[in-house]
Nanobody, 120 residues
Framework: QVQLVESGGGLVQAGGSLRLSCAASGSIFSINAMGWYRQAPGKQRELIAGITSGGNTNYADSVKGRFTISGDNAKNTWYLQMNSLKPEDTAIYYC??????????????WGQGTRVVVSS
């Protein structure tokens, strides 16, 4: 099994910054891609940033220019640096990773989520 654990959420004022972390553990042979999602109250979960093992990144228009995804492949840890936060960024943030286990099976795992609240 592969486990993902997010951390770094919290309460911040509009215009502030937070950095989320996602650490993967377990029988991981390789991770092909990782993404950060968020789900605001009453809304569907949406992909906001993704990164491949090769370092290619993509962002939702709503966060482009404000959020930066990065990763440390050696540590199986990824980050989401969030700057210029807005009240509409308030949501539960989840990480998701897909790859291959030590015994050759593909996996896709979710973290438990970390709450971000941006006050106006």
């Amino acid at each position: 099994q592969v486990q993902l654990v997010e951390s770094g959420g919290g309460l911040v004022q509009a215009g502030g910054s937070l950095r989320l972390s996602c650490a993967a553990s377990g029988s991981i042979f390789s991770i092909n891609a990782m993404g950060w999602y968020r789900q605001a109250p009453g809304k569907q979960r949406e992909l906001i940033a993704g990164i491949t093992s090769g370092g290619n990144t993509n962002y939702a228009d709503s966060v482009k220019g404000r959020f930066t995804i990065s990763g440390d492949n050696a540590k199986n840890t990824w980050y989401l640096q969030m700057n210029s936060l807005k009240p509409e960024d308030t949501a539960i943030y989840y990480c998701n990773a897909g790859g291959t286990t030590d015994w050759g099976e593909t996996f896709g795992s979710w973290g438990q989520g970390t709450r971000v609240v941006v006050s106006s």
